[in-house]
């Protein structure tokens, strides 16, 4: 099960489901952000890459369940010992790359370490601690979990409750979680509105994790902070491996370790919300997370209504957030902190996220871009951040 050979052959066979689902007339939706303009294929894909870096992967169709490392491959670059695993997890493909003398044993444990993770979290695994607490209303968690729902229920807090983890239900109702697509009525959207609220969960803390209760009806899905905190132990894992170079890409979102070898910033691109083929921009940064939300990244269009809908969802009214924006890219040290801010930040929209910034915003920036294709920049990003071709408004303290 662990090696490349299958990982490749399993993404050949996405890359043909793809070019099936195209055939079969589903590509030709109409992208939520770009009114017309624009058409988009009915898959995620990838929001952020270094630029220049033709080993970027778009993320990966749901059928593909199963966890899988590929092998570590591993070379010489920069006069150092340089090595790259792929990763198919979380339901998306992720890839690892380091420098340093001990870097194939790095990202050999940090992929496991993601494999754990998942297996932790992941909503579609009755067994996980997140499954079997959707399943019986109640669970333990560990102290992994404990500090994503800790965290989770900070921002949930200072956000006013526009990340919300008890969203689960809704995403089932639309049915993000099948991918059995559908318009629900106001009637169901209102008969579930009562639980979207992770402030009715108890959460009662262990010696080591917690025990956490929910609500009859309720659920939780962490897939909105996952994939941050799992970058995060991923680069603190390459650290405890004694290096200080290396990119991590968990399904388009980025984790830089340190600079590039020889200290320049590595150079991210930030996806175009309207083209999956193109970029907005390049930020050059080092030691940061760089965490994308964006509308384009898995949505459906109903032929009934002839609207489009993404999978980000807005907890006070239990619809796709329809904030005026289209993107929300987050720059932090702290990867659970971006990932949780990135999907809050899309539901707020633009004033309310940057009133958030200018309250609590000491350890992040942003680039938010707007309907209008315009980029809102914070200033902390000013000298890093170049534009492709896009306006820019700088947003001061
Ligand atoms: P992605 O995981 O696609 O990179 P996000 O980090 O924005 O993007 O997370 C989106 C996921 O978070 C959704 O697929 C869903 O599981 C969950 N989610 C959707 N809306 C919310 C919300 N308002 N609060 C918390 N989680 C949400
Ligand atoms: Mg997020």
Same mark, same amino acid.
């Given at each position: #099960?662990?090696?490349?050979?299958?990982?490749?052959?399993?993404?050949?066979?996405?890359?043909?489901?793809?070019?099936?689902?195209?055939?079969?007339?589903?590509?030709?939706?109409?992208?939520?952000?770009?009114?017309?303009?624009?058409?988009?294929?009915?898959?995620?894909?990838?929001?952020?890459?270094?630029?220049?870096?033709?080993?970027?992967?778009?993320?990966?169709?749901?059928?593909?369940?199963?966890?899988?490392?590929?092998?570590?491959?591993?070379?010489?670059?920069?006069?150092?010992?340089?090595?790259?695993?792929? =990763?198919?997890? #979380?339901?998306?493909? #992720?890839?690892?790359?380091?420098?340093?003398?001990?870097?194939?044993?790095?990202?050999?444990?940090?992929?496991?370490?993601?494999?754990?993770?998942?297996?932790?979290?992941?909503?579609?695994?009755?067994?996980?601690?997140?499954?079997?607490?959707?399943?019986?209303?109640?669970?333990?968690?560990?102290?992994?979990?404990?500090?994503?729902?800790?965290?989770?229920?900070? =921002?949930?807090?200072?956000?006013?409750?526009?990340?919300?983890?008890?969203?689960?239900?809704? #995403?089932?109702?639309?049915?993000?979680?099948?991918?059995?697509?559908?318009?629900?009525?106001?009637?169901?959207?209102?008969?579930?509105?009562?639980?979207?609220?992770?402030?009715?969960?108890?959460?009662?803390?262990?010696?080591?994790?917690?025990?956490?209760?929910?609500?009859?009806?309720?659920?939780?899905?962490?897939?909105? =902070?996952?994939?941050?905190?799992?970058?995060?132990?991923?680069?603190?894992?390459?650290?405890?491996?004694?290096?200080?170079?290396?990119?991590?890409?968990?399904?388009?979102?980025?984790?830089?370790?340190?600079?590039?070898?020889?200290?320049?910033?590595?150079?991210?691109?930030?996806?175009?919300?309207?083209?999956?083929?193109?970029?907005?921009?390049?930020?050059?940064?080092?030691?940061?997370?760089?965490?994308?939300?964006?509308?384009?990244?898995?949505?459906?269009?109903?032929?009934?209504?002839?609207?489009?809908?993404?999978?980000?969802?807005?907890?006070?009214?239990?619809?796709?957030?329809?904030?005026?924006?289209?993107?929300?890219?987050?720059?932090?040290?702290?990867?659970?902190?971006?990932?949780?801010?990135?999907?809050?930040?899309?539901?707020?929209?633009?004033?309310?996220?940057?009133?958030?910034?200018?309250?609590?915003?000491?350890?992040?920036?942003?680039?938010?871009?707007?309907?209008?294709?315009?980029?809102?920049?914070?200033?902390?990003?000013?000298?890093?951040?170049?534009?492709?071709?896009?306006?820019?408004?700088?947003?001061?303290?």
């Amino acid at each position: #099960m662990h090696n490349r050979k299958r990982f490749m052959c399993l993404l050949t066979a996405f890359c043909l489901f793809l070019s099936a689902l195209s055939l079969a007339g589903c590509g030709k939706e109409e992208t939520p952000s770009s009114s017309g303009k624009e058409s988009g294929e009915a898959r995620e894909t990838g929001k952020t890459g270094e630029t220049g870096d033709p080993g970027e992967m778009g993320e990966t169709a749901p059928a593909l369940q199963e966890d899988i490392i590929g092998d570590v491959a591993v070379t010489e670059k920069d006069g150092l010992t340089y090595a790259e695993v792929d =990763v198919y997890a #979380m339901t998306t493909t #992720m890839q690892l790359k380091a420098y340093g003398d001990r870097a194939p044993e790095a990202v050999q444990a940090a992929a496991e370490e993601i494999v754990r993770l998942d297996h932790l979290l992941s909503v579609g695994n009755p067994e996980s601690e997140i499954g079997v607490i959707n399943a019986k209303g109640e669970g333990e968690v560990s102290a992994d979990t404990l500090a994503m729902l800790k965290k989770a229920g900070k =921002v949930h807090e200072r956000s006013g409750g526009a990340l919300d983890i008890s969203v689960y239900p809704m #995403m089932e109702l639309w049915g993000f979680t099948t991918e059995e697509y559908r318009v629900p009525s106001q009637e169901e959207i209102d008969s579930l509105l009562p639980l979207v609220d992770q402030d009715l969960m108890e959460i009662e803390e262990r010696e080591e994790g917690a025990l956490v209760r929910l609500k009859e009806g309720q659920g939780i899905d962490l897939g909105a =902070v996952a994939k941050g905190f799992t970058s995060d132990r991923v680069a603190q894992i390459f650290r405890s491996y004694g290096l200080e170079s290396g990119l991590i890409y968990l399904g388009g979102n980025v984790h830089c370790l340190g600079s590039k070898p020889g200290g320049a910033d590595w150079r991210i691109g930030i996806q175009d919300p309207g083209n999956s083929a193109g970029i907005v921009g390049v930020l050059a940064v080092s030691g940061k997370a760089v965490i994308t939300s964006g509308a384009y990244e898995r949505y459906f269009k109903n032929e009934e209504t002839g609207k489009t809908y993404h999978h980000i969802l807005d907890p006070a009214t239990g619809c796709p957030a329809e904030t005026g924006i289209s993107s929300v890219t987050i720059v932090s040290p702290d990867g659970t902190l971006a990932d949780s801010l990135s999907t809050a930040c899309f539901v707020m929209g633009l004033e309310k996220s940057v009133e958030y910034w200018r309250e609590y915003g000491d350890d992040f920036e942003m680039i938010i871009m707007d309907d209008d294709g315009l980029i809102h920049l914070t200033e902390g990003l000013e000298k890093s951040f170049t534009s492709e071709g896009h306006k820019v408004k700088i947003i001061y303290r």
